[in-house]
Structure formats: C-alpha cells, structure tokens
C-alpha cells in the first residue's frame, strides 16, 4: 500500500528522471549544433546551459511561478484568518508552515510550490477567500499542503521551467535553420535541410511534449491530494463544497498559464466539464464531478 514516503520517494525519482531527460535532449540538440556549424565550443555551450537550468530550475523555479501567477507575499496582520487556518493545519501535522502568497484575481484557485516542506510557498487568489467560508478554505489548504508533504510540487515546479526552455531551444534550432546560419559555398545543402526539418519537428512537438510532462503530476496525484487533504480536516464535505464553488465560477482566471495550469486546485481555463475518454487523456485535472464523488463517498 502506497504511503507517504513512498509517495514522496516516487516523485523524488521522477523529478531528476525529468531533469536527466531535460540534460540529455538539450545535449543532443548541442552535439547537432555543433556539427552543422562546424564548432566544438557548441556542445560545451549545450552541455554547461544544460546543467544550468537544471541547478537554476531546481533552486528557484519556484520564485519564477509565483512571479508569473502575479502571486505577493502577505503577513499574518494582513489576512489573519486566512494565515490562522494555514498554521493550525501545519501544527497538527507537524509541518513547517509554508510562505503565504495571495493572487489579486477575483477568479477562485489557489496552489503550491516550492522543493520540500522547507522552502514551500502556497498562494490563494483573493477571488477564493471571498466566496468559500471557513471549513471550505480549510479543505483547499489542506489540499495544498498535501501536495507539499508528498512532493508533488517538487515534480510540478520544475516542469514549468524546463518545459519553458525546450521552447526557447527548439526555437533557437527552428530560427538558425531557416536564417541558412553556418552554410558555405563548398558544403551540401542536405545537412541544412535536415536541421530545418528537425527544427520545425521540435517546434511541432514541443507544445505535446509539455503537455505529456505536466501529466507526469498524473490526475490520480489530485485524487490523493484531495482525499489526504479531507482526512487532515477530518470534513471531506469541506473541501467538496469548494470545489464545487470554485468550478461554478464562470470566467477564467485573467492571467491563466498553459505552462502552471495544472498547479492549481482546479484548472484555471473554463471548459466543459462532461468530457469523453479521450479528453481525459490530456486532462491536467480529473473532471470536478468525480473528485467531488470521490471525496463525499469517503467514510467518515
């Protein structure tokens, strides 16, 4: 049966299988570069960029989703209740309180980010502390901080960022073939053509690879997140209502990220819910009606 640290120890493993990944594409792509162009420097460029993002995006990739979610750091006097609720929950779990954020967005949603129970932040739009009431904000931090105990947010993080700079390499490769950079007039034009075609391939497929990343945080992660946040509340019906509350708001979040989108509790771009098999697949949430269920046929 899986149980907390084997939660943990998986997405531990998942994320420096992302970063592997991330080193050996962008390598690869590196070692292209550099025979197109006739120079070694290239690789050695590739290979020290590569190791960069992976050491930048492991540090600070929090810092950089939460700039870009507009996110600001809030004190205890300045939304007391909000602060209260977040400490009690971390007091019964014996977990280090993270760093509070809020998002001035009347669209209602919330995540968490950071590498572990020491350096996490969880951020709330000011649009959520309007409309739940108090056992509902309950659920969604315990939601939260279920994401941090387990590490899911180590895995979600990093994804952001490194998925954002195999954009910029692709892009790089797609601009540099079509400029005809590196070409002589003693060289043949196939070696061009193929780094043309393989830059319009990465350009293609980088939108799909991001997508197939961010479902490395698979949907059943929400599920567990869902039902270990409900246990800590010890009131599943909490955390259902504001689901619930939080789907029915009609308009999307304004500054709404494909890149973060499956950070937050609950997708922030408005779309059907009743979808078929196949939309599922490349669901970064599970449809809102089966958390719900799940959440309101757990015992009490």
């Known amino acids: ?20 990944g991330f080193l050996v594409l962008v390598i690869f792509i590196g070692w292209f570069a550099s025979i197109y162009f006739r120079n070694q420097s290239i690789l050695y460029f590739f290979v020290l960029f590569s190791l960069g993002m992976n050491f930048f995006s492991y540090w600070y990739s929090d810092k950089i989703v939460l700039k870009i979610s507009g996110a600001v750091p809030v004190t205890k006097e300045q939304y007391r209740d909000l602060w209260n609720t977040l400490e009690n929950l971390c007091i019964s779990v014996g977990t280090p309180m993270p760093k509070l954020y809020v998002i001035p967005e009347q669209a209602p949603n919330a995540f968490a980010t950071g590498r572990d129970e020491h350096h996490a932040a969880i951020a709330v739009t000011t649009g959520l502390l309007t409309i739940l009431d108090k056992t509902e904000l309950e659920g969604v931090l315990a939601h939260e901080l279920s994401h941090i105990r387990n590490r899911d947010i180590l895995v979600m993080t990093i994804v952001v960022v490194l998925v954002g700079f195999i ?47 961010q479902l490395a945080v698979s949907r059943k992660r929400e599920f567990l997140a869902d039902a270990s946040g409900a246990l800590l509340t010890r009131y599943p019906e909490g955390l259902a209502n504001a689901l619930r509350k939080i789907s029915a708001y009609p308009a999307e979040m304004a500054k709404a990220n494909h890149a973060t989108a499956h950070m937050y509790i609950s997708n922030p771009f408005k779309g059907k819910h009743n979808v078929g098999f196949m939309a599922k697949l490349f669901l970064t949430h599970p449809p809102v009606e089966e958390r719900i269920a799940a959440l309101l046929s757990m015992p009490q």
């Open 1 to 20: 049966m899986a149980t907390l640290y084997t939660q943990q120890s998986t997405n531990i493993q998942k994320t420096w299988g992302l970063m592997a």
């Open 167 to 213: 954009t910029i390499v692709s892009d790089f490769m797609l601009r540099s073939a079509m400029w005809g950079g590196g070409r002589d007039n003693n060289r043949d034009g196939r070696l061009q053509m193929i780094l043309l075609l393989a830059g319009i391939v990465l350009a293609i497929l980088t939108p799909i690879f991001a997508t197939i990343i």
